[in-house]
């Protein structure tokens, strides 16, 4: 099993320029979430997905868009990369039901100059 | 609402000497509680979690922690640390009972283990 996997594991993007993060998972886990990381913020979720066809917002969506078409991918969207949006971005995955151990990714660490 | 407190953000400690690591929380309704860790450029992976039951539990690593709901603490203890166990811990909550398994995560505290 190859778990979470993310893609790419490092992007320098142009601020205006759009990308999309990768994120596949092969546990047939329901739920799947984004979270960004940054010094002394700890991670904080960006959208989540409690299944195919429903999303929904975190803490901090603004600038992020997410969409479920299917159990295994959950991609994330920049949609006009902005300084800000510098950070190191975590999926991850879980049984949708609370207290199950979520999985996560290795991480994507993008840096918009 | 719910949120998690880590008041340290660094824990420097020699080799073989104990460590404990703060958490609190704030929450309306009752959690679920986990502690992570985050080795040096990778993601995080479960240490130990509480659901329900005995207020003391263990997990990988030696790792344990103690949940304590009148304090509403969670706070991890390891009684001999090890150079390995260097890494940035997280403290998180989720919902009791919830929809969703959605995580709140403290700010995380950097354990630096020194020779």
């Known amino acids: 099993n190859a778990g979470v996997t993310q893609t790419p594991k490092f992007q320098v993007l142009k601020t205006g320029q759009s990308m999309t993060l990768q994120c596949a998972q092969d546990?047939?886990?329901?739920?799947m979430s984004w979270y960004r990381q940054d010094p002394g913020m700890g991670l904080r979720l960006i959208h989540y997905s409690v299944g195919a066809g429903i999303t929904d917002q975190g803490e901090v969506p603004n600038g992020y868009n997410v969409s479920r078409s299917t159990t295994e991918d959950f991609p994330l969207r920049l949609l006009s990369a902005a300084p800000s949006q510098t950070s190191v971005y975590f999926c991850?995955?879980?049984?949708?039901?609370?207290?199950?151990?979520?999985?996560f990714g290795q991480g994507t660490r993008l840096t918009v100059v | 609402a719910q949120s998690v407190t880590q008041l340290d953000s660094q824990v420097p400690v020699f080799e073989e000497a104990p460590v404990e690591l703060r958490c609190n929380y704030s929450?309306?309704?009752?959690?679920?509680l986990f502690w992570y860790v985050q080795y040096p450029n990778q993601g995080l992976q479960l240490l130990l979690k509480y659901l329900s039951g005995s207020t003391l539990v263990k997990g990988i690593n030696g790792f344990e922690a103690e949940f304590n709901k009148s304090q509403t603490s969670f706070h991890l203890r390891k009684p001999s640390v090890h150079i390995s166990d260097t890494a940035e811990y997280f403290c998180?909550?989720?919902?009791?009972?919830?929809?969703?398994?959605?995580?709140?995560f403290g700010t995380g505290t950097l354990l630096a283990v020194q020779p």
């Open positions: 998180a909550v989720s919902d009791l009972g919830g929809a969703t398994n959605k995580l709140i």
């Open positions: 546990m047939n886990h329901e739920y």
């Open positions: 929450s309306s309704v009752s959690v679920y």
């Open positions: 991850a995955s879980s049984s949708w039901e609370g207290g199950t151990e979520a999985f």
